[in-house]
């Protein structure tokens, strides 16, 4: 979700400029202070320059790879070599477990009519012990918390996703959302199952005329802050942590929901850009390519006298292969969203239809549950039917 309003870049350049100016002058004022505070009959010592220190961190990363060293050698601390000790003996006990569950599944399927609720629950056991069996290693945690995790491994996978929905990131995002009245202008609810990161041309320069891109270098865009016309003027660069192994389709949406409607002195939403049938999964390369093969990127415009725009980036998960045409430059304002996602299948979430009692009565051989909003009492039920004013 970006925002983009019509601001003279001028603005922002005086505004730094001005704030250089005043740092300067603080600096200068100090030091000027410190020179007239010494007596003149004292010695004027020469001033040591002080020498910086590095202390670059090495690059670690999947393109300059480092290897795990334990912090401490094998006899210095018996509890930490017992420790490790016992979560090797507890992988390979889960392992076995592993391959005993692998063999049962592939009995099941083996079989003419395979239990597909008993499946289910075996997919799922073997998924958590999958995770399991890797997740106590030391190497293993350090490996992900420093950009080299594989993602074709199902502990990798759990890890980066837990550290997504918890150390702040899917936090960011959910609060610019509803902030901004995303929700429940664009969509009624949004429950993000992917990461999902927009990267933009650097701002170089930002003069009182006008300001100067990086067309070489991006950089990665925070939810809900603003750019500058010049950044959006190609499409951006999108990357993306998925976590699951298979292979899915997915569709990418830019709109603008502030597009000014003149007619019904009201706003309306602009279709930017549109890609169906992008194949994701957790090896997918980053950034996705191929994505201005459909309808194409027009660049955003907010108009003259508006105030900030909220352009948002939707990328939505498609249950089959999608055959959409593709929209002119001349129908995209207008566009509506909700009635996009419904005609194509592309629910945020999956809702009851009359196919689910079978699912619990064939599957999960248990009676469907019912649940709806609680009830309103009814005020004036005591005074209906009665007659009034007598």
Same mark, same amino acid.
């Given at each position: 979700?970006?925002a983009?309003?019509?601001?003279?870049?001028?603005?922002?350049?005086?505004a730094?400029?001005?704030?250089t100016k005043?740092?300067?002058l603080?600096?200068?004022?100090?030091?000027?202070?410190?020179?007239?505070s010494?007596?003149?009959?004292?010695?004027?010592?020469?001033q040591?320059q002080?020498?910086a220190?590095?202390?670059?961190r090495?690059?670690?990363?999947?393109?300059?790879?480092?290897?795990?060293?334990?912090?401490?050698a094998?006899?210095v601390?018996?509890?930490?070599?017992e420790?490790?000790?016992?979560i090797?003996?507890?992988s390979?006990?889960?392992k076995?477990?592993v391959?005993?569950?692998?063999?049962?599944?592939a009995?099941?399927?083996?079989?003419?009519?395979? +239990?597909? &609720?008993? %499946?289910?629950v075996?997919?799922? $056991?073997l998924?958590? *012990?999958?995770?399991?069996? @890797?997740?106590?290693?030391?190497?293993v945690?350090?490996?992900?918390a420093?950009?080299?995790?594989?993602?074709s491994?199902?502990v +990798?996978? &759990?890890? %980066?996703?837990?550290?997504?929905r $918890?150390?702040?990131? *899917?936090?960011?995002?959910? @609060?610019?959302?509803?902030?901004?009245?995303?929700?429940?202008?664009v969509?009624?609810?949004?429950?993000?199952?992917?990461?999902?990161?927009?990267n933009f041309?650097?701002?170089k320069?930002?003069?009182?005329t006008?300001?100067t891109?990086?067309k070489?270098?991006?950089?990665?865009v925070?939810?809900?802050?603003?750019?500058?016309?010049?950044?959006?003027?190609?499409?951006?660069?999108?990357?993306t942590?998925?976590?699951?192994?298979?292979?899915?389709?997915?569709t990418?949406l830019?709109i603008?929901?502030?597009?000014?409607?003149?007619?019904?002195?009201t706003?309306?939403?602009?279709?930017?850009?549109?890609?169906?049938?992008?194949?994701?999964?957790?090896?997918s390369?980053?950034?996705?390519?191929n994505?201005?093969t459909?309808t194409?990127y027009?660049p955003?415009?907010?108009?003259?006298?508006t105030?900030y725009?909220?352009?948002?980036?939707?990328?939505?998960p498609?249950?089959?292969?999608?055959?959409?045409?593709?929209?002119?430059?001349d129908?995209?304002?207008?566009?509506d969203?909700?009635a996009?996602?419904?005609?194509?299948?592309l629910?945020r979430?999956?809702?009851?239809?009359?196919?689910?009692?079978?699912?619990?009565?064939d599957i999960l051989?248990?009676?469907e549950?019912?649940?709806?909003?609680?009830?309103?009492?009814?005020?004036?039920?005591?005074f209906?039917?009665?007659?009034r004013?007598?």
């Amino acid at each position: 979700m970006l925002a983009l309003r019509h601001v003279q870049p001028r603005a922002l350049g005086f505004a730094r400029r001005s704030a250089t100016k005043q740092v300067a002058l603080a600096s200068t004022a100090v030091d000027t202070d410190g020179s007239q505070s010494q007596s003149p009959g004292e010695p004027v010592s020469p001033q040591k320059q002080s020498r910086a220190i590095r202390t670059r961190r090495p690059r670690i990363s999947l393109q300059h790879p480092r290897e795990w060293n334990r912090p401490l050698a094998f006899g210095v601390l018996p509890a930490f070599d017992e420790a490790l000790k016992v979560i090797r003996e507890d992988s390979i006990a889960l392992k076995d477990e592993v391959k005993a569950l692998e063999g049962a599944i592939a009995r099941e399927k083996e079989t003419p009519q395979p +239990d597909q &609720h008993a %499946l289910l629950v075996l997919e799922n $056991k073997l998924r958590i *012990l999958e995770v399991q069996s @890797e997740i106590n290693f030391p190497q293993v945690r350090w490996k992900c918390a420093n950009g080299m995790a594989d993602m074709s491994k199902a502990v +990798d996978r &759990h890890l %980066l996703e837990q550290r997504w929905r $918890k150390e702040g990131a *899917l936090d960011l995002l959910m @609060e610019r959302i509803h902030q901004m009245k995303v929700v429940p202008d664009v969509l009624p609810d949004i429950h993000p199952s992917l990461d999902l990161r927009v990267n933009f041309p650097k701002v170089k320069s930002n003069t009182r005329t006008q300001a100067t891109v990086s067309k070489a270098v991006y950089e990665h865009v925070e939810p809900g802050v603003f750019l500058l016309p010049e950044q959006t003027v190609e499409p951006p660069k999108i990357y993306t942590t998925v976590f699951h192994p298979e292979e899915r389709l997915y569709t990418l949406l830019m709109i603008d929901p502030d597009f000014p409607d003149e007619t019904n002195q009201t706003f309306q939403t602009y279709l930017h850009w549109l890609q169906p049938n992008i194949p994701l999964s957790s090896v997918s390369p980053s950034p996705v390519p191929n994505l201005n093969t459909h309808t194409a990127y027009i660049p955003p415009h907010p108009q003259r006298g508006t105030t900030y725009h909220r352009y948002t980036i939707l990328l939505l998960p498609q249950h089959s292969r999608l055959s959409i045409h593709m929209i002119a430059k001349d129908k995209r304002a207008g566009f509506d969203i909700r009635a996009f996602m419904e005609k194509y299948g592309l629910d945020r979430n999956r809702i009851w239809s009359e196919g689910v009692p079978a699912v619990y009565k064939d599957i999960l051989k248990i009676a469907e549950p019912k649940f709806g909003r609680m009830p309103k009492a009814d005020r004036y039920g005591d005074f209906r039917g009665k007659r009034r004013y007598v």
